[in-house]
């Protein structure tokens, strides 16, 4: 629904081709913003930006590694001439790599032996090119937007930022620690960043999402209708709301975050949306 308060505002949402910023990135353009779809796959964001053309929305479309500061400032150049100063950043870029995540939940002595089973991947076995690119993609790729578009947003002296936090943030799951570290770093960049620029009329929150299934997650956890994975029963298990997210479920938080109106006073939190599974202590 349009909002005179979103209207032709600037909404850059890095990841836009993914299971949720696709869902919020049509949400902003339905409230009336204009929108700028950021990753690296065009096909991705050619359907985000389909979507959004489908409710006659306004969006952009920019190809760029988040990481990479010299093409996203070429993008904040470009968006800054055809539609003005970046207003709202959402830092939904990010994920995970199978290679930076162990098979096993502990240690194994198998993994010191000659007999480990080849598809045995422990510890001492993960790939540390793989591991840093997925530390890095989670937290340099949140910083460098913050870079290229906070300066626009610092010289308006407006601007709300939310980035992407995880379970992760709070204790690190089993088996992910490339994407845990990466994921809790991004809490103490947002308590950093909301200091930082608080007397630049800038706003930073992040959200934390639960479980919401994506087109990697699947293959780990399953889903209802496939069938659900032992990883997959026990996180429904600790979910007290007995199920997945689904992409809709943000959109309140992401509305409160970015809306001065509700949230002037609220900067450097991260909010769990996630069921309660935060809350449950898994006795
Ligand atoms: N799904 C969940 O349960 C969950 C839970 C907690 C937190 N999160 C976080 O929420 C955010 C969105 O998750 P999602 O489920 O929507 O993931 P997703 O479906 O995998 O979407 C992530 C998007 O980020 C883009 N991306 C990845 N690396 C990039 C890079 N270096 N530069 C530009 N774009 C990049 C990917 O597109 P390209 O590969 O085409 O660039 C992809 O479309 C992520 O930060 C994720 O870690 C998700």
Redesign the pocket.
């Known amino acids: 629904m349009g909002d005179i308060y979103f209207e032709r505002k600037v909404a850059v949402v890095?990841?836009?081709?993914?299971?949720?910023?696709?869902v919020i990135a049509k949400h902003l353009a339905e409230r009336g913003c204009y929108v700028v779809l950021?990753?690296?796959?065009f096909e991705?964001?050619k359907k985000t930006a389909d979507s959004i053309h489908a409710v006659n929305g306004t969006c952009m479309i920019k190809t760029?590694?988040?990481?990479?500061e010299k093409s996203l400032q070429k993008v904040a150049d470009e968006v800054k001439e055809e539609w003005g100063s970046c207003r709202f950043l959402i830092?939904?870029?990010?994920?995970?790599n199978n290679k930076a995540i162990t098979t096993n939940y502990y240690f194994d002595p198998l993994e010191l032996s000659d007999e480990k089973p080849e598809e045995m991947r422990g510890f001492f076995d993960l790939d540390m090119d793989i591991f840093e690119s997925v530390v890095r993609?989670?937290t340099i790729?949140t910083v460098v937007p913050m870079r290229v578009f906070g300066k626009q947003m610092a010289a308006e002296n407006a601007g709300a930022v939310i980035n992407?936090?995880?379970?992760?943030s709070y204790r690190p799951l089993t088996r992910v620690p490339a994407?845990a570290i990466a994921?809790a770093g991004i809490v103490n960049l947002t308590e950093f960043l909301a200091v930082y620029f608080a007397n630049a009329g800038i706003r930073v929150n992040a959200v934390?999402?639960?479980?919401?299934?994506?087109?990697?997650?699947i293959k780990i956890l399953g889903s209802p209708e496939i069938g659900l994975t032992e990883r997959g029963k026990s996180v429904i298990r600790q979910t007290p709301s007995g199920r997945?997210?689904n992409?809709e479920d943000l959109l309140g938080t992401i509305d409160w975050l970015l809306d001065d109106r509700l949230s002037a006073y609220v900067t450097g939190q991260t909010v769990a949306v996630d069921g309660g599974f935060q809350a449950h202590a898994g006795v």
């Open positions: 890095t990841g836009a081709g993914g299971k949720l910023c696709s950021i990753g690296r796959t991705k964001l760029a590694d988040v990481c990479d830092n939904g870029a990010g994920g995970n993609t989670n790729g992407f936090a995880s379970m992760n994407y994921k934390a999402p639960g479980f919401f299934i994506n087109d990697r997650s997945f997210g992409p």
